[in-house]
């Protein structure tokens, strides 16, 4: 009984897949990028406008990234136990980037570059869902989330822990910056307090 019913849900399942990106792929190769020689209009141009950008000492730092997520199902239809209309989806996620930072003088003059590009285990999940909807089922948020750009102007109105380490946060623009993915219990962010459920591996600040 127990091998027909496995049968039964393997040849009522499928593979589902989604995929969803963010940014544009960096061409570091055709941009020309030059220590010295290039400027920062020049990136703005070629690149639009960055991920990441932040004040330092003597210049600024801007940060451009690429995501390409994807996530493969596979979900077996439940018919064999009456749910006609649903399924159980079983998902795991990769994601495929790339960085670009760059560092600038005080006059706009590019002095350091380094490029990534790197693939990423998103880790996986599984859900419960109409057999003819393709949810997600890895959570993926630490990614995909807004730009730190969005809420310079809410900088002093999070919770006390947050708003007292406004002078070193990497979100105010004049502390340095972090990639996506970076968890919460690393660097300058310890002093906020926060919590998060996921303990994902990020490049520091």
């Known amino acids: 009984m127990v091998a027909l019913l496995v049968f039964l849900s393997l040849t009522s399942s499928g593979c589902t897949i989604i995929g969803s990106r963010y940014g544009e792929p960096i061409d570091v190769a055709h941009s020309r990028l030059e220590e010295g020689v290039t400027d920062v209009g020049q990136i703005v141009e070629w690149f639009g406008p960055p991920t990441h950008l932040s ?6 730092v801007m940060v451009y990234e690429y995501l390409d997520i994807t996530e493969r199902q596979l979900g077996i239809n439940l018919n064999v136990v ?13 994601a495929m980037r790339e960085a670009l930072v760059l560092v600038f003088d005080d006059a706009g003059s590019l002095r350091a570059k380094e490029f990534r590009r790197w693939t990423e285990d998103i880790g996986k999940g599984f859900g419960f ?32 822990p947050v708003t007292l380490n406004a002078g070193q946060s990497v979100d105010s623009g004049s502390h340095g910056i972090e990639m996506r993915g970076t968890p919460v219990s690393l660097g300058q962010r310890t002093l906020e307090m926060r919590t998060t459920g996921r303990k994902k591996k990020g490049l520091g600040n």
Do not use: M, N
């Not at 004040?55 to 600024?60: C, H, I, V």
């Not at 009456?82 to 990769?94: P, Q």
């Not at 995909?144 to 999070?158: C, D, V």
């Open 55 to 60: 004040a330092l000492p003597g210049g600024l």
């Open 82 to 94: 009456g749910l006609d209309w649903f399924k159980v989806a079983f998902g795991r996620g990769s």
């Open 129 to 160: 869902q109409l057999f003819f909807a393709a949810l997600p089922t890895v959570d993926k948020r630490h990614l995909t989330g807004p730009p730190e750009q969005f809420g310079w102007g809410r900088a002093t109105l999070g919770t006390l």
